[in-house]
C-alpha cells in the first residue's frame, strides 16, 4: 500500500493518495468545487477554469483537476475572491457564443446553466460576441451545435480514451477554436466514427445532442462513461 | 401614501413574459392596491409619463422604435427592470445577429414571400443591426432571467421594489 500524504481541504485534514489530484481528493470526501471540463474517467485538461483553488503559499490560483495534492498542502476551495473569478469564467462562455437557453435541447439538464444558476448569475456583464456559427447536422442520428459549444473538450477525450477512435480535434486557436470530426470532415462524412454516442453523453451542454428532441428534451448520463473507465481498470 | 406608479412595455419579444406577469393571479391584486400601472400594453396611455417608481421592460433592443421607449423609460422612471431573457441576453431576437440586417430581411420578406415580394419600409421602425439586450442601450437595475420569468419571481421582484428594497435573485432564477 503507497504511503498516504496530509492534506488540509478548507481546514479540514484529509489523508490522500500521491498522484491524486486536489479536485479528485476534494470529490472522494465530498467537499465540492465546482469543474465544467472535468469528468471522472477522464484525463484532467484544466480548460474551463472553474475548478480554480487558493493554495497556501502560492500567490496565483490554482486549478484543481490538473493540481497533484503534495505533503501539507492546504486548499481553499471557496472564497469571495474565487467565486468573483468563476463568475467572470462562466460569463465569458456565455458571451463567447449563442447560448439561447429558451430553444435548446438540453435547457434544464445543461452543466453551464445550472453553474450559472448556482454562482447567482442574473445577467452577463460583458458585450456578447455573436459569431455566426454552424450546426452540422450530417450525421444520421446526432447533431453538433458549434453555437452551444464551451471546448470543454470532454468529447474529443471521451472518443480518445474509452471508445479508441479519436474521431474528434479541435482545431484553431484562442477565440477561434473549433470542434472538428476527421480532421474538418463533416461528422457524418467522419470514416472513424463508430456512431457510440458517447461523445453526446459526454457533453455538458446542448452542443452535442441526439437527433429528435425538442427543448428541455435531451438527458445525459456523462456518469455511464465514468464507470465504464473504472470497470477496465486493473485488466 | 402615495401609491407607486409601475409602467411596463414590450420590446422585441414575444408577450410571454407580460403573459407570467398576468398569471401572477390574485398577486396581481397586491400590487395594485400598492400602485398604478401607468403604461403598457393594456393601459390606454400612449406616451411614457414623468416620474414612474418601476418600469418592467421585456423584449431586447432591435429597432430605432424600441431604443426610442427604452431611452424614454429610462429617462423617467426610477427603476428599470429587464423582464425576461429577451430583455437580460438577447435570447431568440438575437439569434439574427449574425446575419446582416438587409441579408436577414430580404431572405425573409423576398425570398421568402410568395405574394408581393419587397422588403416593408411604411410604418415600420428600422431594424438595428442587432438586437441586444437591454443592459447594451440603457442602464438596468435589475435582471430577471427566464423565458418566461415564474410569475411567482415577478411578483417577488415588484413586491420587494415596491417596498423600497432591492429583490435578491441569488440562485432563484435560470436562463430559458
Redo the contacts between chains.
Keep these: 500500500m503507497t504511503e498516504k500524504v496530509k492534506v488540509r481541504i478548507d481546514g479540514e485534514v484529509i489523508a490522500a493518495t500521491p498522484g491524486q489530484t486536489i479536485l479528485e481528493v476534494a470529490r472522494a470526501n465530498n467537499k465540492y468545487i465546482p469543474a465544467l471540463c472535468y469528468m471522472e474517467g477522464l484525463s484532467a485538461v484544466g480548460a474551463c477554469r472553474l475548478c480554480m483553488v487558493e493554495v497556501s503559499g502560492v500567490a496565483r490560483l490554482l486549478p484543481a483537476c490538473t493540481t497533484p495534492v503534495q505533503e501539507g498542502l492546504a486548499v481553499t476551495t471557496s472564497s469571495p475572491h474565487l467565486q468573483s473569478y468563476r463568475k467572470i469564467a462562466l460569463e465569458l462562455l456565455?458571451a463567447e457564443r449563442?447560448?439561447?437557453?429558451?430553444?435548446?435541447v438540453s435547457?434544464?439538464h445543461c452543466e453551464l446553466?445550472?453553474l450559472?444558476?448556482?454562482h447567482?448569475i442574473?445577467?452577463?456583464r460583458y458585450?456578447?460576441n455573436?459569431?455566426?456559427?454552424t450546426v452540422d447536422t450530417t450525421h444520421p442520428r446526432f447533431v453538433l451545435d458549434h453555437n452551444r459549444c464551451v471546448l470543454c473538450s470532454r468529447c474529443v477525450r471521451t472518443c480518445a480514451e474509452i471508445e479508441g477512435a479519436h474521431v474528434w480535434d479541435i482545431a484553431g486557436r484562442g477565440i477561434h477554436s473549433r470542434l472538428v470530426s476527421e480532421l474538418q470532415r463533416p461528422w457524418g462524412e467522419a470514416t472513424t466514427c463508430t456512431s457510440c454516442g458517447k461523445c453526446v453523453q459526454a457533453c455538458p451542454t446542448g452542443a452535442m445532442a441526439e437527433k429528435g428532441w425538442g427543448v428541455?428534451e435531451m438527458t445525459k448520463q456523462p456518469a455511464v462513461l465514468s464507470r465504464l473507465t473504472s470497470m477496465r481498470e486493473g485488466r | 401614501m402615495d401609491k407607486r406608479k409601475i409602467g411596463t412595455c414590450w420590446l422585441d419579444g414575444c408577450s410571454g413574459c407580460h403573459m407570467s406577469l398576468l398569471d401572477m393571479d390574485e398577486g396581481i391584486v397586491a400590487v395594485l392596491k400598492k400602485a398604478d400601472i401607468v403604461f403598457g400594453p393594456l393601459v390606454d396611455a400612449q406616451e411614457w409619463p414623468e416620474g414612474v417608481d418601476v418600469a418592467v421592460i421585456e423584449g431586447a433592443v432591435s429597432s430605432q422604435d424600441d431604443l426610442k421607449l427604452a431611452q424614454t423609460a429610462r429617462a423617467r422612471s426610477h427603476v428599470v427592470v429587464a423582464l425576461g431573457d429577451c430583455a437580460v441576453t438577447g435570447n431568440v431576437p438575437s439569434m439574427r445577429n449574425g446575419i446582416p440586417t438587409r441579408k436577414l430581411l430580404e431572405r425573409v420578406y423576398v425570398e421568402g414571400a410568395t405574394e408581393r415580394p419587397g422588403v416593408p419600409t411604411d410604418g415600420v421602425p428600422a431594424l438595428l443591426k442587432r438586437a441586444e439586450p437591454l443592459q447594451a442601450a440603457i442602464k438596468v437595475d435589475v435582471h430577471v432571467p427566464g423565458c418566461p420569468p415564474k410569475p411567482d419571481a415577478i411578483l417577488f421582484v415588484l413586491s420587494e421594489l415596491l417596498e423600497g428594497r432591492e429583490p435578491d435573485l441569488d440562485s432563484k432564477l435560470r436562463f430559458g
Design positions: 456565455f449563442n447560448h439561447v437557453c429558451a430553444v435548446c435547457s434544464g446553466q445550472a450559472a444558476q448556482d447567482g442574473t445577467h452577463i458585450p456578447y455573436y459569431p455566426r456559427l428541455e
